[in-house]
């Protein structure tokens, strides 16, 4: 049966937006959710993946988290989606597949895809410097012993989005004493603060995770018109289908909001509440790119199967295949890849990418990218075994006993054809 669909007065059935073309199935946004499968069916070991699961009960029971929402996908399906445990220990809520959780730097990846959308509409270039769209640039310093210098050249789009910019991350003392990040505090003097502090070293001179992602917010918003977060919910989040995504969780939604659990000194577990100036519950001043969001498993898969499906899902195609991959293979040179350790490289997509294979972390397939959050989540995407990992906990320390490559070892094994 056809079921109408109304948005502002206009009305269509599902029928006819099968029909449709890209951008007014964009506008109106995906209704379809994933498939779901047997793992059998997509090349999985359902009893395998039972070890993985066995990996996160272990942790539960050994009180290192609190739950967790594991997922993989393959081959455009979800073929194993497991809550475990509890989202909150003191009302005993267990976690289910719609729990939210504070993604944190995964955010990265979703402002990246803004970015590169500008950059495809030909409003952005990545070799643009950055105070083309962000005047406050023009008159960043380098800290050196001898004091403070103009940087040797500017710092470009691609500086603010490979980390090659110079600028250091919220967590540094340089940053904290200057109170660069006060969330309190909108975008626009997010960038003043940001761009008073010195740089670190010259662009394009070295990998050093920062708070570019963030000022990038501020740019699509210069660039675009609108604000950040509403770039981000009208061009990317509200078309594909990511309803469960937002920069703070407002009504109902919030009795779905993880809690966030630290290691006592006792041992056990007691809430951490890490945004305590503005918790996730109420809008921020500040809309962060690099830290904002939150997500549910299954809405963040949506994002991931866009990825691995070069730019396009459910009939919305936010890139291009050219672009996406582009935004997923490394972009560090070559004397800068080196510096960071030769194996794990950084693409234009806000990703951590496998260059040469390892056993080090979660990532270790040559051309498997992606990255994690400082609260306990990670995704992975294999374009080679077209395979979706993901795990969502909410604690710090974000992997507590090597948890995230215990997992996805796991599941790796469980990848049977």
Not at 389 to 411: C, E, H, T, Y
């Given at each position: 049966?056809?079921?109408?669909?109304?948005?502002?007065?206009?009305?269509?059935?599902?029928?006819?937006?099968?029909?449709?073309?890209?951008?007014?199935?964009?506008?109106?946004?995906?209704?379809?959710?994933?498939?779901?499968?047997?793992?059998?069916?997509?090349?999985?070991?359902?009893?395998?993946?039972?070890?993985?699961?066995?990996?996160?009960?272990?942790?539960?029971?050994?009180?290192?988290?609190?739950?967790?929402?594991?997922?993989?996908?393959?081959?455009?399906?979800?073929?194993?989606?497991?809550?475990?445990?509890?989202?909150?220990?003191?009302?005993?809520?267990?976690?289910?597949?719609?729990?939210?959780?504070?993604?944190?730097?995964?955010?990265?990846?979703?402002?990246?895809?803004?970015?590169?959308?500008?950059?495809?509409?030909?409003?952005?270039?990545?070799?643009?410097?950055?105070?083309?769209?962000?005047?406050?640039?023009?008159?960043?310093?380098?800290?050196?012993?001898?004091?403070?210098?103009?940087?040797?050249?500017?710092?470009?789009?691609?500086?603010?989005?490979?980390?090659?910019?110079?600028?250091?991350?919220?967590?540094?003392?340089?940053?904290?004493?200057?109170?660069?990040?006060?969330?309190?505090?909108?975008?626009?003097?997010?960038?003043?603060?940001?761009?008073?502090?010195?740089?670190?070293?010259?662009?394009?001179?070295?990998?050093?995770?920062?708070?570019?992602?963030?000022?990038?917010?501020?740019?699509?918003?210069?660039?675009?018109?609108?604000?950040?977060?509403?770039?981000?919910?009208?061009?990317?989040?509200?078309?594909?289908?990511?309803?469960?995504?937002?920069?703070?969780?407002?009504?109902?939604?919030?009795?779905?909001?993880?809690?966030?659990?630290?290691?006592?000194?006792?041992?056990?577990?007691?809430?951490?509440?890490?945004?305590?100036?503005?918790?996730?519950?109420?809008?921020?001043?500040?809309?962060?790119?690099?830290?904002?969001?939150?997500?549910?498993?299954?809405?963040?898969?949506?994002?991931?199967?866009?990825?691995?499906?070069?730019?396009?899902?459910?009939?919305?195609?936010?890139?291009?295949?050219?672009?996406?991959?582009?935004?997923?293979?490394?972009?560090?040179?070559?004397?800068?890849?080196?510096?960071?350790?030769?194996?794990?490289?950084?693409?234009?997509?806000?990703?951590?990418?496998?260059?040469?294979?390892?056993?080090?972390?979660?990532?270790?397939?040559?051309?498997e990218y992606g990255w994690d959050g400082s609260a306990g989540t990670f995704f992975s995407v294999d374009p080679a075994r077209e395979?979706?990992?993901?795990?969502?906990?909410?604690?710090?320390?974000?992997?507590?006993?090597?948890?995230?490559?215990?997992?996805?070892?796991?599941?790796?094994?469980?990848?049977?054809?």
């Open positions: 049966m056809l079921r109408p669909l109304n948005l502002r007065g206009l009305v269509l059935t599902a029928g006819l937006l099968a029909l449709a073309p890209p951008s007014l199935a964009a506008l109106l946004g995906s209704t379809q959710a994933t498939p779901r499968a047997t793992p059998d069916s997509v090349g999985l070991s359902a009893d395998r993946l039972q070890n993985a699961t066995a990996v996160l009960r272990q942790a539960v029971a050994d009180r290192k988290i609190a739950g967790a929402v594991a997922l993989v996908a393959r081959r455009g399906k979800i073929g194993y989606l497991e809550p475990v445990g509890l989202q909150d220990l003191g009302a005993r809520a267990p976690m289910t597949e719609r729990s939210l959780f504070r993604i944190y730097s995964q955010t990265k990846a979703i402002t990246a895809v803004a970015v590169m959308m500008l950059v495809e509409e030909g409003k952005v270039r990545l070799t643009d410097a950055a105070s083309v769209h962000l005047p406050e640039f023009k008159n960043v310093m380098v800290q050196t012993p001898e004091g403070s210098r103009k940087p040797a050249r500017e710092i470009t789009v691609e500086d603010l989005l490979l980390h090659t910019s110079g600028l250091s991350h919220r967590s540094s003392d340089l940053y904290r004493a200057r109170q660069v990040r006060v969330r309190t505090q909108a975008l626009p003097q997010f960038v003043t603060n940001l761009t008073r502090a010195p740089l670190m070293e010259d662009p394009g001179t070295r990998f050093r995770y920062s708070e570019g992602t963030t000022a990038l917010g501020r740019l699509v918003e210069v660039v675009s018109g609108q604000p950040f977060d509403a770039f981000v919910t009208g061009r990317i989040l509200t078309p594909l289908g990511m309803h469960d995504t937002s920069f703070w969780v407002e009504g109902e939604a919030q009795a779905r909001l993880a809690t966030v659990y630290q290691v006592a000194p006792a041992g056990g577990l007691t809430p951490f509440e890490i945004e305590e100036e503005v918790p996730f519950t109420r809008r921020p001043a500040l809309i962060e790119g690099a830290v904002g969001l939150v997500s549910t498993a299954p809405d963040f898969l949506r994002f991931c199967q866009m990825l691995l499906n070069k730019g396009e899902l459910d009939g919305v195609r936010l890139l291009s295949a050219k672009t996406v991959e582009q935004i997923t293979r490394n972009g560090l040179p070559a004397p800068v890849l080196q510096q960071r350790g030769g194996a794990m490289g950084w693409g234009l997509g806000n990703v951590d990418v496998v260059v040469t294979p390892n056993q080090r972390g979660y990532l270790t397939a040559a051309g395979l979706i990992v993901m795990l969502f906990s909410q604690n710090v320390p974000a992997s507590p006993d090597g948890l995230r490559q215990r997992f996805k070892a796991a599941v790796d094994q469980a990848v049977i054809k």
